[in-house]
T-cell receptor, first 115, second 115 residues
C-alpha cells in the first residue's frame, strides 16, 4: 500500500515571500501520478498542480512549481510571491497507475500568508 | 463544461437516524465517481468509488453504503448513523477510464454532524 507523508502541519509566510511544502511517498510502483490540492476556508478542494512520474521535467503553474525527485520519492511544492489568497490547507496526493483514479492523500499542511 | 454538485451542504442528524447525501455530475458521461471523508484536521480518506451504474467498490469497512442509480448520480447512505460518522464528505469525479492520471474534481462538500 502507498503512504503519503506531509511532515509540516503548518507553515507561515509573508506576502510576496516564497514557501516550500514537503511531501514524501512510499511506493513500489514505477508509474504513477502526483498532485497538490488546496483547500481554502470554503473547504472546496482545488487542483494546484499535477506531475506524471515518467516525466523528468518539474511541473509549473504560474506561481506554483514542484521539485519532483523520483529516486528520493519526494514531491515538494513551492509557492512564489505568496498572496493572501494562498492561505489554505495544502494536500499532497498519490495516484497509482491503472487504479481508476483513486487518490491517496497526505494529512495536509496549513499555509498562512500574513500581510 | 463539467460541473459537480452535492447536497445538502450541512446536516445535523441524531444517532440512529438514516442518511442520504446526493451528488450529481453534469457535462460528461460515464465518469468515475468517488466519495471521500475528511475527519477534523486530517486528510481525505476514500470511502467508495464507482466505475459505472450499479458498480460500487468499498475501500473501508464502515457503517455507510453507496449507490449509483444513474450514470451521473452517486448517493451515500446509512440506515443508522453513529457518532463516528461525523465529518466532511466530498463527492468527486474523474474521466471514466482505468488509467488516465486525469485530474479528479471535487464537489463543495457536505458537513455531517451526528448528535
Amino acid at each position: 500500500a502507498q503512504t503519503v507523508t506531509q511532515s509540516q502541519p503548518e507553515m507561515s509566510v509573508q506576502e510576496a515571500e516564497t514557501v516550500t511544502l514537503s511531501c514524501t511517498y512510499d511506493t513500489s510502483e514505477s508509474n504513477y501520478y502526483l498532485f497538490w490540492y488546496k483547500q481554502p476556508p470554503s473547504r472546496q478542494m482545488i487542483l494546484v498542480i499535477r506531475q506524471e512520474a515518467y516525466k523528468q521535467q518539474n511541473a509549473t503553474e504560474n506561481r506554483f512549481s514542484v521539485n519532483f525527485q523520483k529516486a528520493a520519492k519526494s514531491f515538494s511544492l513551492k509557492i512564489s510571491d505568496s498572496q493572501l489568497g494562498d492561505t489554505a490547507m495544502y494536500f499532497c496526493a498519490f495516484m497509482k497507475q491503472a487504479s481508476w483514479g483513486k487518490l491517496q492523500f497526505g494529512a495536509g499542511t496549513q499555509v498562512v500568508v500574513t500581510p | 463544461s463539467q460541473t459537480i454538485h452535492q447536497w445538502p451542504a450541512t446536516l445535523v442528524q441524531p444517532v440512529g437516524s438514516p442518511l442520504s447525501l446526493e451528488c450529481t455530475v453534469e457535462g460528461t458521461s460515464n465518469p468515475n465517481l468517488y466519495w471521500y471523508r475528511q475527519a477534523a484536521g486530517r486528510g481525505l480518506q476514500l470511502l467508495f468509488y464507482s466505475v459505472g451504474i450499479g458498480q460500487i467498490s468499498s475501500e473501508v469497512p464502515q457503517n455507510l453504503s453507496a449507490s449509483r442509480p444513474q450514470d451521473r448520480q452517486f448517493i451515500l447512505s446509512s440506515k443508522k448513523l453513529l457518532l463516528s460518522d461525523s465529518g466532511f464528505y466530498l463527492c468527486a469525479w474523474g474521466q471514466g477510464v482505468l488509467d488516465s492520471g486525469n485530474t479528479i474534481y471535487f464537489g463543495e462538500g457536505s458537513w455531517l454532524t451526528v448528535v
